[in-house]
């Protein structure tokens, strides 16, 4: 099931205030997330969206506002709206002493499965999270990662209406992530919606629909990925000499156009094709041979630090061990 126009939104969100003593974890914060599909929410650390989380998932009473989520108001319907939500915190919550199975056998029988049902549904999730050789073991024995994906399965085996994800795969081999990220797509292609809380980049841009970005308790943008790069600049042109060695030349010659060197290429900021065509016009007067040429939007890390501003680049921690390569990541709200 897709959202259509007109409908009612899975998770409505209005006037949100939430405060500790002169801190203001959420100050006046709306957000509407779409029936099926998955809503990121972004921003730098102590910008207030895990207590969103845990306000949406009934943990924790707000000061101010109100929230509907999958019909229900989170004030005067807690009870009913804790049966249609699944919840997945930064830090796991299994039962130690239980094994994978009975964990997930145990959680579908208090959502109401019936024992052939909760059995069902324990080994499929098991087996979707690559734990049924462990299926028979505690959870204490299993490791960090393991019990992640654990609770993980915990989350998803009433296949909840709306899934509430907050920095989900912190800590995941890049496999087990990958295997999160499809049984996240597959839930959502069968109705469920998501609001996710994400340090990477990556998955922020693999699964989510649109974004929020909060900050200092408010929302401060939102939108797709895409809206939100075009409204934060236009493409960024890289060219690559075919002599290198005339890369401080082409560089001179484009000045006026605001190019500056990039190692082995230049780059230049361009506003539509008017301006790409005057600059490789002003290149082939210069008899300058061009190897290879691209034009990209900003990437979601550009974006991020363009609308937080430059102070929060001190919240954005190591590499994401999803890619070889450096992967930009935000650590959010505690």
């Known amino acids: 099931m897709t959202w259509s126009p007109g409908k009612a939104p899975a998770v409505a969100v209005r006037g949100m205030a939430k405060y500790y003593g ?5 100050d006046g914060v709306d957000l509407d997330v779409q029936e099926g599909t998955v809503r990121g929410v972004l921003g730098p650390n102590g910008a207030g969206k895990t207590t969103l989380v845990r306000i949406l998932s ?4 707000p000061d101010a506002g109100s929230a509907v989520v999958a019909g229900y108001d989170v004030l005067r319907q807690p009870r009913q709206l804790r049966r ?14 239980l094994s994978g199975f009975e964990n997930l056998y145990l959680i579908g029988r208090l959502l109401d499965l019936s024992a052939k049902g909760a059995r069902a549904r324990a080994t499929e999730l098991l087996e979707r999270f690559s734990l049924t050789d462990a299926a028979k073991r505690p959870a204490k024995t299993y ?16 296949q909840p209406r709306v899934l509430f994800l907050d920095e989900p795969t912190t800590g995941l081999d890049p496999r087990t992530r990958n295997e999160v990220w499809q049984e996240v797509q597959r839930m959502v292609g069968e109705g469920s919606t998501v609001l996710l809380t994400t340090q990477y980049m990556e998955e922020a841009e693999q699964l989510a629909h649109d974004l929020t970005v909060i900050d200092k308790g ?12 075009r ?3 236009g493409q960024t042109l890289t060219v690559r000499p075919a002599d290198p060695g005339q890369l401080e030349q082409m560089v001179r010659c484009l000045a006026a156009f605001g190019a500056s060197d990039a190692e082995d290429r230049l780059e230049l900021p361009v506003g539509g094709e008017e301006q790409l065509t005057a ?6 007067r210069g008899g300058f041979g061009i190897a290879g040429i691209e034009t990209r939007l900003p990437s979601l890390e ?17 590499q994401s061990p999803n890619q070889p390569q450096p992967q930009k990541q935000m650590e959010s709200a505690r």
Do not use: C, H, N, W
């Not at 408010?218 to 790069?229: D, N, W, Y």
């Not at 974006?303 to 929060?312: M, Q």
């Open 22 to 26: 002169e801190t203001k974890a959420l």
């Open 58 to 61: 009934t943990l924790v009473k």
């Open 84 to 97: 249609a939500i699944g919840l997945t915190g930064q830090y796991a919550s299994v039962d130690e002493l």
């Open 218 to 229: 408010r929302v401060i943008a939102e939108g797709s990925v895409e809206a939100l790069k």
């Open 143 to 158: 490791s960090g990662g393991m019990r992640r994906r654990l609770d993980l399965a915990a989350s998803m085996i009433g």
């Open 302 to 318: 550009e974006v991020f630090l363009s609308i937080t501003g430059t102070g929060a680049a001190k919240d954005l921690p190591a």
């Open 231 to 233: 409204e934060v600049g």
């Open 279 to 284: 600059v490789i016009a002003e290149l082939a």
